[in-house]
């Protein structure tokens, strides 16, 4: 198994709502990453987790709480969002975790969110 | 903030043309780079990557350049079809100060669309 699915494909949620997306990778990668992409724009690192545990958080709002359950699965869960994070959020994995340095991710296809 | 950049945001090139896509990065501690495709609706795809101490390296129909001197890397696609059309971000893995975990960064990317 060689990709990185992302549940749902599509989420619609208003500002009250709590929802999560979910990523799952069997690649046997220890490193996973959230990214936000809006339209015409490139992605953006939001948080990564190395060995299952948070090592980078871009300074995300805290209505965005990621969460690695095991090597293999990441969620995103989210509450109380606003209008302007309707985005693609997109799961990514790699290999050896960011301590070896050199970093080929692959990504899923992504969660298109929109918050009404 | 961004350090990765794009020249130019369109290129259209005919069918069978080489196509030549160019990036620039102002960070000089970064050592790794990956250029990804991505297509409407799905998530980035790995085409290539090289180290920083390397200048060229080769994949089946496409080979990037890397010029430190100049923080410029490139990706030539060889007899371009149809199928290339797609959005290509450059990314530069940029390792934090006093620390060895990196960050992928995309640069803002370029809509290649190949004419038949």
């Known amino acids: 198994d060689t990709e990185v699915t992302q549940t749902p494909k599509h989420l619609v949620m208003g500002m009250t709502n709590k929802k999560s997306l979910k990523c799952e990778q069997h690649?046997?990668?220890?490193?996973m990453y959230w990214y936000k992409q809006k339209a015409k724009k490139p992605p953006e690192l939001m948080f990564v987790y190395s060995y299952e545990k948070l090592s980078i958080n871009e300074s995300v709002p805290s209505r965005f709480s990621p969460e690695c359950p095991n090597s293999s699965l990441l969620n995103l869960h989210l509450h109380a969002l606003q209008p302007e994070d309707s985005a693609l959020y997109l799961c990514a994995s790699s290999q050896g975790g960011l301590a070896l340095g050199y970093n080929e991710q692959f990504f899923g296809p992504g969660t298109r969110l929109t918050v009404l | 903030g961004e350090s990765v950049g794009l020249h130019l945001p369109t290129l259209s090139v005919q069918e069978g043309d080489n196509s030549i896509i160019n990036c620039a990065y102002s960070?000089?501690?970064?050592?790794?780079f990956i250029w990804y495709k991505q297509e409407s609706g799905k998530g980035p795809q790995f085409i290539i990557d090289?180290?920083?101490?390397?200048d060229k390296r080769q994949g089946q129909r496409v080979t990037v350049l890397l010029n430190k001197t100049v923080k410029h890397l490139s990706l030539q696609i060889a007899a371009t079809q149809p199928g290339d059309s797609a959005v290509y971000f450059c990314a530069e893995n940029m390792k934090g100060r006093g620390s060895t975990l990196g960050r992928l960064y995309f640069g803002r990317g370029t809509q290649l669309t190949v004419w038949p």
């Open positions: 960070n000089s501690a970064s050592d790794y």
């Open positions: 090289i180290r920083s101490n390397m």
């Open positions: 690649m046997g990668h220890r490193a």
